[in-house]
């Protein structure tokens, strides 16, 4: 079939096409069921609303249970029932209304006179309550059928009641108890309500407290009017001080889909804190759900295969003429490396120069002695042949480096920047000696350590100090001078090398590393490779630029090298 990067292939064609339907399907496919999430919490929302209504409207029975006690009047047992009744029967999800008074260890007898204040004994039982200094006893209950043993009871003998009453009294507000298990309704909780009563000096006096089912107000508020409830799973929690504790919950008869919750809190209700938490069935979901996705993908596969046809069709015709178009490619691909090879032998050539030189110079020099002054010493001749070693070694190290220079999987390794700069000094050495040139490094030994490929890391230092001292040679500086020092900054490490033989010329800094860019103070090719070695295998960054500064307190003028590495 059809093969190149000048060709289409009908499997990428097809590899396209069924990823943009797909793609598009599954954006149209997020758009709905963003809709339907959407949709979801509004109705969620209203219905949240509606239940927090009908708490506030039940609640509100107790503000009128309390007139019965304004102006420090107290009903009648009588009178408090038929007006509890007539609330019960509006509203089914009281269980119960009382009326608790405030009563003291001195007045105990007086409300005693019928019944005892009683109290839950570890058995179970019900038992009189020993002597207090406070006592809130149930005093009225309606209904009373079914709740006998409530009557009498002192609610501050169970914690969860007293800590809602001490809490009502503190605050002078209505409070709400946590959800309590209700005896005469197995496995329903409901909630107990306390709507303070004052004296004339807004002292609290009495509660009148109401028993409500969280069950049945829920059935009234969501479920009773609007039969897709039964398709969502609901959860109300307690969340007052982070209890997080579950007091009811709905659960559809069908799966639900677990990928779509929604959790949020209602409006404070005298205190306490609950949440509503919603989560749709599977049924729900898909009713909601229509066939544009699966349309969108259908049409999608559909212009695929159209479109796969055409192009097949139409590059099977064109075939002759991509296959010239191939043949035309890989002659230019083969002209390419023949380019990077000749590229590579030149700057082999231009390194190479330097250390010929250097070898050159120290045979023409042991000849010139032996010829003038007879055999030299044997420390003079081991001197000069460990030069001409150290350097027929580097020249060798240079070509193993250049044969592998564009290969990416080379095994990098941490080393100190200190002894590849001693690496480097000792291969110049002789020309610095020379030119007297001096070299101020960083006072302490310096343990900055780089990441990266050694050997290419000392041409790229070797190179930049050449250039230097072509300068001072070119421009014949009086006392030359090179300064090498490192430092750390932003997470990155800088090497910053600069000389005192007065710089760049500025129109040609911009240009000076590129290749085979040629000024009186260098070649080109050399500044040319450093750029790669410190860009492409070092992942950083090499710059230059002119300056004035000072070293050993001497004013001095000249280019500024600066490598940037990453730590």
């Known amino acids: 079939m059809i093969g190149n990067k000048y060709k289409l292939h009908v499997s990428s064609i097809i590899i396209i096409g069924l990823f943009l339907s797909i793609s598009i399907s599954y954006l149209i496919n997020n758009i709905e069921e963003k809709n339907i999430q959407s949709r979801f919490q509004n109705i969620v929302d209203d219905k949240m609303k509606s239940f927090y209504r009908e708490i506030l409207i039940n609640l509100e029975t107790l503000y009128t249970l309390s007139i019965l006690y304004n102006n420090d009047q107290i009903p009648s047992r009588e009178e408090f029932s038929i007006e509890a009744k007539k609330i019960i029967k509006r509203h089914s999800a009281i ?308 044969k592998n220079f564009h290969i990416q999987d080379k095994i990098k390794t941490n080393f100190l920047f200190d002894d590849t700069l001693d690496i480097a000094l000792k291969l110049l050495e002789h020309d610095f000696t020379k030119l007297e040139l001096r070299v101020k490094r960083d006072n302490k030994k310096n343990q900055v350590r780089i990441y990266g490929y050694q050997n290419e890391f000392s041409q790229v230092l070797i190179n930049i100090l050449s250039n230097c001292r072509d300068a001072f040679i070119e421009r014949r500086v009086n006392k030359p001078l090179v300064e090498i020092f490192t430092y750390e900054k932003d997470n990155k490490k800088f090497i910053t090398i600069r000389d005192n033989a007065g710089g760049i010329d500025e129109k040609h800094i911009e240009n000076i590393f590129e290749q085979f860019f040629t000024t009186k103070q260098s070649s080109g090719i050399g500044l040319h490779l450093c750029k790669m070695i410190i860009t492409e295998h070092m992942n950083g960054k090499i710059s230059v630029k002119n300056g004035t500064f000072y070293i050993n307190k001497e004013k001095c003028t000249g280019a500024i090298f600066t490598i940037e590495l990453p730590v």
């Open 95 to 402: 269980h119960a209304l009382e009326w608790i008074p405030i009563v003291s260890n001195e007045k105990r007898k007086l409300f005693e006179k019928n019944f005892f204040f009683t109290e839950e004994s570890k058995n179970n039982n019900m038992v009189k309550v020993g002597k207090k200094d406070e006592y809130f006893p149930v005093y009225y209950v309606e209904p009373f059928k079914n709740n006998e043993k409530a009557l009498g009871f002192d609610l501050s003998s169970d914690e969860n009641r007293y800590k809602t009453i001490k809490k009502a009294l503190e605050t002078k507000s209505p409070q709400v108890t946590q959800a309590i298990e209700l005896v005469q309704k197995k496995n329903k909780k409901g909630f107990l309500a306390f709507l303070p009563i004052f004296d004339e000096n807004q002292n609290i006096k009495s509660f009148v407290l109401g028993v409500f089912v969280i069950e049945d107000i829920f059935k009234k508020s969501i479920l009773e009017e609007d039969k897709t409830s039964n398709e969502i799973n609901f959860k109300i929690f307690d969340t007052t001080n982070n209890i997080n504790e579950e007091i009811y919950s709905h659960n559809s008869l069908n799966k639900i889909y677990k990928h779509l919750k929604y959790k949020k809190d209602l409006p404070v209700i005298w205190s306490r804190q609950w949440t509503f938490e919603a989560i749709p069935s599977l049924k729900y979901i898909n009713e909601r759900r229509s066939f544009v996705t699966e349309l969108s993908l259908f049409i999608g596969i559909l212009l695929t295969i159209i479109v796969s046809y055409r192009i097949n069709k139409f590059y099977n015709l064109k075939y002759e003429s991509i296959q010239e178009l191939k043949n035309k490619d890989e002659i230019l691909y083969i002209q390419s490396r023949y380019a990077t090879i000749g590229e590579t032998l030149s700057n082999i050539e231009h390194q190479w120069r330097s250390p010929l030189s250097k070898v050159s110079s120290n045979i023409i020099s042991l000849q010139s002695e032996i010829e003038f002054k007879g055999m030299p010493s044997q420390e003079k001749l081991q001197s000069s042949l460990n030069n001409m070693q150290n350097t027929l070694v580097y020249m060798s190290n240079l070509v193993d480096e250049f």
